[in-house]
């Protein structure tokens, strides 16, 4: 068997489609909007980015570009991944690249939340890569054609991989993901994000921050960061010093980018923050209000959303400049009848 670690490995990385009957297919609002897709897979780009620098790495996003025979022909091994509703497809490619005879690896928030669902590729990673990727690195170099792997260990932010940005093609999305922080101090019951990430923020550094926006400038990409993920507030302190800095770049640099980010509804108390979030040009903040009953959010402990008035909330991040996206839930345990109607009214 040849030996993947210390060759010239070439590795495909592969973000497959979505199927047109699954929320996630969005491809008409694409064209119509002078795209391919919303933002690049930033967990694909964070994996190349923690591969060998000797590795011949290809990136595809079938989105951006259908995936060939060509390229499967190419490579020696095959890493695919994909949340939930890609199911089907990242085993598609799965059974695609084994029929040539190639090694193939899946992950991503799939593969973590369900990773008995991928059993069929050779190796099935879940977790933060940053802690199971050099495991399978290791086993590969062992010879290794199968494992599972699931990490133990939170990744240290202030220390983590810069995504290899350099491997998509920028212009094709109408936004590119910039993660600061991982993990979210609450504890919503129906929060898939907190069993990936857990409840203690782990943040970049200003540094780390400022330097990948400089690295995307310097790409040449312009427009629309998504930025934060989880909860852009869990460290509200911290946050505000990040803020700083990217206001102080954004003006050396002729404000190249606008943002938008999802956060915690507690932010339309932080009049500082919300300051250095319009001084950043923030235009759309993603904020959770799932219920309009207060006893309906307590039960799914979402305590937090019951000390503010959701309505004078978008107002007050409305008089920032920032346009609000919502999540509403229906069919938590303790609804009434009353519950759908406390939402429209609201
Ligand atoms: S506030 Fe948002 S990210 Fe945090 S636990 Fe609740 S749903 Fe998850």
Redesign the pocket.
């Known amino acids: 068997m040849k030996d993947l670690l210390k060759g010239r490995t070439k590795c495909l990385l592969v973000r497959p489609e979505f199927l047109t009957n699954t929320f996630y297919n969005l491809s008409d609002v694409y064209d119509l909007l002078g795209a391919k897709s919303a933002a690049p897979p930033l967990g694909l780009l964070i994996v190349a980015a923690l591969l060998p620098k000797h590795w011949q790495l290809r990136f595809v996003d079938h989105d951006v570009t259908p995936l060939t025979e060509g390229d499967i022909d190419w490579a020696d091994i095959v890493f695919v991944s994909g949340i939930g509703p890609q199911e089907e497809t990242i085993m598609r490619v799965v059974r695609r690249a084994q029929a040539k005879g190639k090694l193939t690896v899946v992950g991503g928030s799939g593969a973590c939340l369900q990773p008995q669902v991928y059993q069929d590729a050779d190796f099935v990673v879940s977790g933060e890569g940053e802690d199971t990727i050099p495991e399978l690195l290791d086993d590969l170099g062992k010879g290794a054609t199968s494992g599972t792997y699931r990490s133990g260990n939170r990744a240290n932010m202030k220390t983590t991989v810069t995504p290899r940005y350099d491997l998509a093609q920028l212009d094709k999305y109408l936004m590119v993901g910039v993660q600061y922080v991982r993990g ?5 019951e ?5 069993e990936i990430f857990g ?1 203690q923020p782990r943040t970049k550094t200003t540094q780390q921050v400022v330097s990948e926006l400089q690295l995307l400038h310097d790409l040449g990409y312009r427009g629309q960061i998504d930025f934060g993920y ?2 852009l507030i ?1 460290d509200p302190v911290h946050c505000a010093k990040v803020l700083e800095a990217m206001r102080d770049w954004a003006i050396r640099n002729d404000h190249p980018f606008f943002y938008s980010t ?1 956060a ?1 509804i507690n932010l339309a108390k932080d009049d500082k923050l919300l300051r250095l979030m319009r001084d950043n040009d923030f235009r759309y903040v993603f904020v ?1 209000i ?1 219920s309009a009953d207060d006893e309906v959010l307590e039960q799914t ?2 305590s ?1 959303n019951t000390t503010v008035s959701p309505v004078q909330a978008c107002k007050t991040f409305n008089s920032y400049g920032m346009t609000v996206q919502t ?1 509403l839930i229906l069919g938590f345990d303790s609804e009434t009848d009353q519950t759908a109607d406390n939402i429209l009214k609201m």
């Open positions: 979210c101090p609450f504890a919503c129906f929060c898939a994000q907190i409840r989880d909860n869990g999802e915690t959770g799932e402990k979402k937090q999540g």
